[in-house]
Structure formats: C-alpha cells, structure tokens
C-alpha cells in the first residue's frame, strides 16, 4: 500500500511540478525515477544512451570499436597501476553534455539518477571483487570551497542504503570521504597531454593517517576518466600507503 501511495504521491507530482529538460527546457512527461529520463525529454536523450559495455580494455576499460575484450597495446607495454577501470557511460554525447552541467553548472538533480546508473555499473563490474572500501577523488580543499560540492562524493553518497534497501543487511565496504586527500592543487586538466597530466598530478594526493589499508582492496570513484591520470595518482598514493588492490569505477570513460 505504501508503495502504490508513494507511486501516486509521485505520479501527482510530476502532474503538478513536471521537471523540466536540462538541455532544452520542454516539461517531461513519462520519467521513470532512478533514471536520466527525470533530467532529460526524450528527444534530447535519443535512441539510446551512450551506456559503456564491451568490448572494452581487460585492464584499464578503454572502450574498443569491434572486437573482442582483450588487453589494450598501452597495458599490455606497462600495466598501469590500477588493478581494472570501469564506467557507467562512454563520454561522449548527452552524457558528456550532463556532465558538464552538474560539475560545472550545478545541477545537482543530476545526482541521484547518475548515481542510479553508476550502482548498476558497480553491480554489474564489481560484485565478485571483496572491496574494502569505496573512495571519492577528493578535491583540493580550496577548490571544494569554490564549487561547494564534490561531485565524486555524490555520486555515492546513497551506495550503502542502496545496498541495504536491495539486500537488507549493510554493505560488507564502506564509504571514505576523509582519508584520501589532495594536498596539491592542480590547474584544469582539459586541453592537457598525458605526460602534462601526470606532471601535474605528481604527489597530488596523500593517505591521512586514520585508516589502515594495509592488504585492502579499494575502489576510487570518478566523474569522468579521459587519460587516467586522476585515478592513477591516486591509486600509486594508496599502493605505497599499503593497499593491496585498487580498480575505479567511473561515471563516463573516454
Ligand atoms: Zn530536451
Ligand atoms: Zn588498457
């Protein structure tokens, strides 16, 4: 009964208060909760979603045109330091678009429905992995202050009542947004080669010393993977605190 009330209560709502595209402003009738069709009309979002799915790099998910799943050339020459990287989305299209408004616009409905689809991912990439713990790229504190919000946090801000609503019982992980920290800040990355890049983000990030991750088995999350450069900085920073196993899950990977 609560349930078919809180379907009216939503159906109602949406009568009165329709949300509106993000992209071109027209009311949106026919969204289902959970997904991007709260945020975007059906126009705008097109046939289908740019979803990331293989086949795709084994190691750092570089997504590939054709083929079959197997190891990218830049892998197979140096394993990067990341154990596997995985994505909700490719960036590209709409989703690139939603991106940029939720970091760098605020659009801060966009929260809930990518973190619907980024738990999917996690579910469909990481469920056979004993994580430890799940960490949000940190940003440097003066850059946290600027925009008011980490858009990494947010993106799995509910994973653990998500979990528990699916399974009834608490996450075997939890969520750290405390003891990974960017101690150096970095100019914008965009328009920046890879070896720039890492440049850049050398000795970026530091463990506090709250925690012991000695022998764990963490996972980093993300906005958006282009080089990598992000996660492998601070992947290389947790290997050297101790950490035996570190892969990321992204929202959208070039
Ligand atoms: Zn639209
Ligand atoms: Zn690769």
Known sequence: MRRILSHLGRELAALIFPDKCLKC????????????????????????????????????????DTGD????????????????????????????????????NSRLSLAKPFEACLYEAFTDYFSDVPIDLILPIPLHPAKARKRGFNQSFLLVRNFRAIYRKRYGQPPPWQVDI??????????????????E???????????????????????LIDDVFTTGA?????????????????????????
Request: aromatic share 8%; charged share 20%.
């Open 230 to 254: 992000t996660c492998r900085a601070a992947a290389k920073t947790l290997l050297d605190a101790g950490a035996a196993r570190v892969d990321a899950l992204v929202l959208a990977r070039a």
């Open 178 to 195: 405390q003891s990974l920290v960017r101690i150096k800040e970095t100019p914008t990355q965009t328009g920046l080669d890879i070896a």
């Open 25 to 64: 402003g027209t009311y949106i009738t026919n969204a289902e909760a959970g997904h991007l069709s709260t945020s975007f009309c059906t126009f705008c979002t097109g046939p289908a979603l740019p979803v990331y799915q293989p086949p795709f790099c084994t190691c750092c998910g570089v997504p590939f």
């Open 69 to 104: 799943t197997h190891l990218c050339e830049s892998c197979l020459k140096a394993p990067p330091d990341i154990g596997t990287a995985r994505a909700a989305f490719t960036y590209q299209g709409l989703i690139r678009e939603a991106v940029g408004l939720f970091k760098y």
């Open 197 to 219: 890049r890492e440049r850049n983000l050398k000795n970026a990030f530091a463990w506090g010393e709250g925690r012991d991750i000695e022998g764990k088995s963490l996972l």
